[in-house]
Each structure stands twice: as C-alpha cells, then as structure tokens.
C-alpha cells in the first residue's frame, strides 16, 4: 500500500471516528439545553399556579393549549408532596395527535386539600431543532470528510510526486550507464535532500562498480596469462623425453589442477559478467529446438551410463542470450547425467509456462543449499558453481528456477516468462 493511500485512510477513518464522537456529544448537549428550557418554562408555570392559587384561593381552570396541557387531581391529605419532570406523551388538540412531551408533576395546597398539578408541555418543536442541528452536523461532517477525501486524493498525490519520481528513477538506474537520476523540481526540503543522496549513492555506487570491473578484468587477464604458461610449459615437458611412473603421475595431478583452475576462473568470471548484466546479446531462441540439439550432443554420455530419455517438448519461444541459454541447459543436462544411476531415467518436459528436467539419483542432504556457490556433495566432481550460475541466468530474464526431491527422483523447474 502507498504512502499516501495509508495516510489517506488513516485521516478519513480518524475524521470519521473524531465528528462521530463529536456528533453525538453535540446532540447531547444540545438535546440537554432544550430540555432545560423545557424545565425551565414548566417551572415558570408552576410558579404561575401557585401565585394564582394563593392570590385568589381556588385553581386555575384546567386547560389545554396549542403546546401545553395543565391538570388536576386531589390526593389524599397525608399523601407525600412530590416534585417529578419526566418525559410523556402530549396529545395535540388540534391535530389529535400524540407528540413527545415534558411533564412537571408537583402539587399545591388549597384550603387544607393537597391538589396534585401536572404540568404538560410538547416536545415538537425541541425535537424538530435537534433534529434540524442533527442533520446540519451531518451535512457539514459529510462534506467535511469529501473535502478531506479530495485533498488527500488530489492534493497530496501531486505533492508526493516528486518522491514517485525519484523513486521510478532508482527502481530504472543502471550502474553501467552514466545517466543521473531525473528529479523533479520541489520546494520541500526533504524531497530535495532525497534526490541529493540519491544521485551521491548513485554515483558512489558506479564508481564501486568502474573499479570493481576493472579489478575482475585485471584479474582475469594476470590469471590467464600465468595458467596458459603453465598449460604451454606442461605441453613442453610432456613431449621432451619419457618419466617414471610416478613423474608421470605428478604431471598428470598438475596437469589436472591447473585445468580445474582454468574452469573455475572462467566460472567466476561468467558468474560477475551475469550479476552485472555485461552479456546483453537477447534475440528470439526456439527452445524446443535447443533443447532436442543438446540431447543429441549428450546422446554418448548418456548411451554410457546406459540412461533411458524421455522427452515432451512443445513449442515454446523466448528471449534470451542464446549463448547464456546454453550455458542453463549444459549446467542441467550434466547434473541430470552426472547425478543419475547406471540404467537410471531422465525426464524432459517442455511445456509453455515451464522446463522440468527430472533424473533418477541418490537421496541428497544440500536440498535448501542446493543454489549455493560451491554447495556440493562429497562425491561431486565439480566445484559447485553449475546450478548457481544457472540460478543467476534465471534471476537475470525473470525465471524462477526450483528444486524438488521425492525419494530417488530429483527434479529442476523453470517457470519460464510469458511467451513472446
């Protein structure tokens, strides 16, 4: 989730919980003010009984108004005086209607009687007010929380595009070209500061880079120059006169090293070349065809160990390095046959969203280090960096390369990029 869609959620939900808490004290409030005056203007009739009373010694007639309704009712002499505001019902004369109410129940002595008065006022118009308030806090909260909706949705994208931008130019940098990262001109100080830092990280990290490679093209050229020395010394020695058995054999163990050696610079060196994207020679590669031309180059190894092939290829192009792509299906076809059994089976699938290779073989315990540089097993020949040269390839056009074991079946899949 975005920034600014994040905040943006964060103010509407915080807005909305604030103006409802505030709402609904402000209907409180209100609703507590009205019915006060409510009280107040019973009170003040109360007051108006009782001074008539004791003015003229007899009660107000009984009436019943627009808004208000006043009665009477004897109690008994003992009876306990009682003083209540409640709510009711009022029953509209006019209308003959029952609208919400406000009651006072008190009482009066006249001539020894204690006479119970109960004072009833309508509620419509207090009601109708609250209501009215309630729907003017309504219609402001709702336009309140679109204005905030609006501003973050507009306001804040276009403030927070020049982080999009510097972002998009990060995401798209390149450190073997020369092209600084594109800002976007702000007045913000920490966007600013932000494109500042990233051009330095960006240039700090191309010169990293010019002194790394030139360092892996030194150091490739000083270690070529020595190994074929020594591979043209031996070449010498070998064809000067006979040796013992055992000169022979040191020789030989030599001979051997210094190969190994070779093969190990040459896999260094591609593995750097890949990490860094020096091989950029793409171009449309059919892949069933590939695929069938390196089964026949393995047809001797595999006619060796007696393995049994069985292939199902469809057709299935993709855009690659052919030179890399040959590299991939070298790494797996001689780890299919070099980890199989006398008499053992492979299995090749090609399918439009994947390439599963699949061989009989011995229960391996390198299954979560498998893609690990020189990750290995003891009876290996090699120097364990095949299958991460092959991860690094498919890291490089966006495969996803997998392993899985069951029981004595080991298999390779490359979910491969959609078909071009």
């Known amino acids: 989730m975005k920034l600014s869609a994040r905040y943006n959620r964060v103010n509407i939900l915080t807005s ?23 009280d107040r203007d019973l009170a003040v009739e109360e007051n108006e009984i009782r001074q008539y009373t004791s003015t003229y010694q007899k009660l107000p007639l009984p009436a019943s108004y627009l808004d208000q ?38 009482s009066v002595r006249l001539n020894g009687k204690l006479i119970e008065v109960t004072i009833t006022k309508s509620r419509v118009e207090s009601e109708d007010l609250v209501r009215i308030i309630l729907l003017i806090t309504l219609g402001v909260t709702i336009i309140v929380l679109i204005s905030l909706f609006l501003i973050n949705r507009f306001v804040l994208n276009r403030l927070w595009k020049p982080f999009y931008v510097t972002l998009d130019g990060m995401r798209n940098f390149e450190v073997a070209k020369t092209d600084t990262i594109i800002a976007e001109p702000t007045r913000i100080d920490e966007f600013n500061e932000l494109n500042t830092s990233a051009n330095a990280m960006a240039e700090k ?16 050229h000083e270690m070529m120059t020595p190994l074929a020395v020594i591979n043209s010394k031996l070449d010498s020695l070998l ?24 093969r190990l610079h040459q896999s260094l060196l591609l593995l750097a070349k890949i990490e860094n994207n020096l091989i950029s020679d ?26 049994q092939i069985n292939a199902d290829l469809s057709e299935k192009k993709i855009q690659m390095s052919r030179y890399l792509a040959d590299i991939l299906l070298n ?28 061989n009989t073989g011995k229960e391996t315990r390198f299954q979560n280090r498998l893609f690990d540089r020189f990750s290995k097993s003891n009876e290996s020949e090699g120097m364990g960096l095949g299958l991460a040269i092959s991860k690094q390839i498919c890291n490089l056009y966006g495969f996803e390369i997998s392993y899985d074991q069951k029981q004595h079946n080991h298999t390779f899949t490359i979910r491969l990029a959609p078909a071009y």
């Open 16 to 38: 909305i919980f604030v103006l409802v808490i505030t709402g609904v004290l402000y209907y409180l409030f209100i609703h507590l003010i009205l019915t006060n005056k409510l």
């Open 69 to 106: 309704q006043v009665s009477y009712k004897k109690l008994l002499a003992n009876a306990p005086v009682v003083r209540d505001f409640s709510y009711t019902t009022y029953v509209d004369p006019k209308e003959k209607e029952t609208e919400p109410g406000r009651s006072l129940v008190t």
């Open 205 to 220: 990290v191309r010169q990293d880079y010019k002194e790394l490679k030139s360092f892996t093209d030194n150091a490739s």
């Open 239 to 262: 064809q000067t006169e006979s040796f013992t058995e055992y000169q022979g054999a040191l020789l030989e163990d030599i001979y051997h090293a210094t190969g190994r050696l070779s």
């Open 282 to 307: 793409a171009q449309e590669i059919d892949l069933k065809d590939m695929i069938s031309g390196k089964i026949r180059q393995f047809k001797e190894l595999f006619e060796r160990d007696n393995l």
């Open 331 to 358: 790494n797996l076809f001689s780890n299919a046959v070099r980890h199989n059994i006398p008499g053992g089976q492979i299995w090749i699938s090609l399918s439009a969203e994947t390439l599963t290779i699949s």
